[in-house]
């Protein structure tokens, strides 16, 4: 009898602490239950570069992961950053423009968010103020971008940044996560931001085929038969015929700063896609008229993936893309000389279809695929 009863007393523990436990990290989305499903151990992110090596990142980037996915950073907890930025797409979006709070639509198109910081190491964490961020350049401060999109850039219908701290340690599984990034429990506005910006500082992207061209190359003098050389086994005849136009015959890599993946402030062009401008970018921001028309110049990397393109999303297809620089420029007020002939009328490249063939077989070399199956930036919530 005893001893049934104990038995029954454990088995009666067990359910309780397994139900607790069970419970500890759901909780009611519209879209249904959800839990979070981390692993036991924290994954293992790669900081080495971006000078955040020292700090607790694994923990920070993990609960970075947790809020980047978390509709409840959105008024009706419907909308998380991973709506818009998707891993699938390498964290653009597969539409022109974005669905937001209440069905709105974003005014751009969702950018790739991998190496935001650039391929190149960056030894300080002062480099992250150099970053033009957003189509126009209009932030360049990673920690203030996060509370945008929550505030207002995106329609996550939050018009007080100030206010998620207490909305959010409502939920269960906060606490763990904050203790284990920063040592207490605490949910600040400030660490809502740190934490998200170091989870997207870790979204590194180099493990295309085009990067370990790239990295046989800086070993070698770049020559032409280095050129080759590097390219053997890894890129066709077809991809290395696209990377020489590419940089050399187009000079795309005038503006597309392909090796190293990072730009600065004054890396903003105007590429004539109107010869009146529908939204003048830059010019918004710094009230000149000389920067209307102007964007930022998008990075390449897995650019097969981030359909559509431009900064509202107009060509559905690299091809179209292709189609613009060929013989589609306008003469727009502020359209950039590497695309003017010497007369400052719009050049016209003509690219013949060997060579756009070409051209758009090399880009898909910047494809890498590790990012786009990587756990480690996966969606952590599952739905019961
Ligand atoms: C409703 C869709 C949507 C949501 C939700 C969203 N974004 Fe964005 N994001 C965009 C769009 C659109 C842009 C470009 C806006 C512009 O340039 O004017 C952008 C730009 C960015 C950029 C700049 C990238 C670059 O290279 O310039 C970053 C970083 C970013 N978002 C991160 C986030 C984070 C973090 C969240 C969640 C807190 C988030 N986004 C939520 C649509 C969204
Ligand atoms: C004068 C600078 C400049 C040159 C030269 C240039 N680009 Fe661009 N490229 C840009 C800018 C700026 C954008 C974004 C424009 C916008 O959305 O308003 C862009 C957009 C793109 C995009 C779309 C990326 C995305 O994510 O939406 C692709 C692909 C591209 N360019 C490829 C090329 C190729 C191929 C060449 C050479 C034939 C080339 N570019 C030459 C500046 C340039």
Same mark, same amino acid.
């Given at each position: 009898?005893?001893?049934?009863?104990?038995?029954?007393?454990?088995?009666?523990?067990?359910?309780?602490?397994?139900?607790?436990?069970?419970?500890?990290?759901?909780?009611?989305?519209?879209?249904?239950?959800?839990?979070?499903?981390?692993?036991?151990?924290?994954?293992?992110y790669h900081f080495a570069d971006s000078g955040f090596a020292s700090r607790?990142s694994n923990?920070v980037a993990?609960?970075g992961?947790?809020?980047?996915?978390?509709?409840?950073?959105?008024?009706?907890?419907?909308?998380?950053?991973?709506?818009?930025?998707?891993?699938?797409?390498?964290?653009?979006?597969?539409?022109?423009?974005?669905?937001?709070?209440?069905?709105?639509?974003?005014?751009?198109?969702?950018?790739?968010i991998a190496n935001l910081l650039g391929d190149q190491p960056r030894s300080n964490v002062k480099s992250m103020n150099m970053i033009?961020?957003?189509?126009?350049?209009?932030?360049?401060?990673l920690t203030?971008?996060?509370?945008?999109?929550?505030?207002?850039?995106?329609?996550?219908?939050?018009?007080?940044?100030?206010?998620?701290?207490?909305?959010?340690?409502?939920?269960?599984?906060?606490?763990?996560?904050?203790?284990?990034?920063?040592?207490?429990?605490?949910?600040?506005?400030?660490?809502?931001?740190d934490?998200?910006s170091v989870f997207i500082i870790s979204i590194q992207s180099n493990?295309?085929?085009?990067?370990?061209?790239?990295?046989?190359?800086?070993?070698?003098?770049?020559?032409?038969?280095?050129?080759?050389?590097?390219?053997?086994?890894?890129?066709?005849?077809?991809?290395?015929?696209?990377?020489?136009?590419?940089?050399?015959?187009?000079?795309?890599?005038?503006?597309?700063?392909?090796?190293?993946n990072f730009?600065?402030?004054?890396?903003?062009?105007?590429?004539?896609?109107?010869?009146?401008?529908?939204?003048?970018?830059?010019?918004?921001?710094?009230?000149?008229?000389?920067?209307?028309?102007?964007?930022?110049?998008?990075?390449?990397?897995?650019?097969?993936?981030?359909?559509?393109?431009?900064?509202?999303?107009?060509?559905?297809?690299?091809?179209?893309?292709?189609?613009?620089?060929?013989?589609?420029?306008?003469?727009?007020?502020?359209?950039?000389?590497?695309?003017?002939?010497?007369?400052?009328? /719009?050049?016209?490249?003509?690219?013949?279809?060997?060579?756009?063939?070409?051209?758009?077989?090399?880009?898909?070399?910047?494809?890498?695929?590790?990012?786009?199956?990587?756990?480690?930036?996966?969606? /952590?919530?599952?739905?019961?």
């Amino acid at each position: 009898m005893k001893k049934t009863i104990t038995t029954l007393a454990i088995v009666l523990l067990v359910v309780v602490v397994y139900s607790c436990k069970k419970h500890s990290d759901e909780t009611t989305l519209t879209t249904g239950t959800v839990y979070l499903d981390l692993p036991p151990t924290v994954d293992n992110y790669h900081f080495a570069d971006s000078g955040f090596a020292s700090r607790n990142s694994n923990y920070v980037a993990t609960l970075g992961r947790v809020l980047f996915y978390d509709s409840h950073l959105s008024l009706n907890n419907a909308i998380s950053c991973g709506s818009c930025h998707k891993q699938s797409a390498s964290f653009a979006d597969n539409v022109a423009f974005s669905t937001g709070y209440e069905g709105r639509l974003t005014k751009r198109n969702s950018p790739m968010i991998a190496n935001l910081l650039g391929d190149q190491p960056r030894s300080n964490v002062k480099s992250m103020n150099m970053i033009p961020l957003f189509w126009d350049g209009r932030e360049i401060l990673l920690t203030n971008l996060i509370s945008r999109p929550v505030t207002n850039h995106v329609e996550m219908g939050i018009d007080d940044f100030n206010s998620l701290p207490s909305k959010l340690s409502a939920l269960p599984y906060y606490s763990a996560l904050f203790k284990n990034a920063y040592g207490d429990t605490q949910i600040t506005s400030q660490r809502i931001a740190d934490a998200v910006s170091v989870f997207i500082i870790s979204i590194q992207s180099n493990n295309s085929r085009f990067d370990l061209f790239a990295k046989r190359l800086t070993s070698n003098m770049i020559t032409s038969s280095s050129i080759a050389a590097a390219a053997t086994g890894l890129l066709t005849t077809q991809e290395l015929a696209g990377f020489n136009l590419f940089t050399n015959t187009y000079n795309c890599e005038g503006c597309h700063h392909i090796f190293t993946n990072f730009y600065s402030i004054s890396d903003m062009r105007d590429i004539g896609l109107d010869a009146v401008y529908v939204d003048n970018g830059s010019g918004t921001i710094t009230g000149d008229t000389y920067d209307n028309g102007k964007f930022k110049v998008p990075k390449l990397k897995n650019v097969a993936l981030s359909a559509p393109y431009m900064h509202d999303g107009r060509y559905k297809t690299l091809d179209e893309v292709i189609d613009h620089y060929s013989h589609g420029i306008q003469n727009s007020p502020n359209l950039d000389r590497e695309l003017t002939d010497s007369a400052g009328h /719009p050049m016209q490249m003509n690219i013949n279809d060997n060579n756009k063939q070409a051209l758009i077989a090399f880009l898909q070399t910047m494809t890498d695929f590790d990012v786009v199956s990587d756990p480690k930036f996966a969606n /952590p919530f599952k739905v019961k």
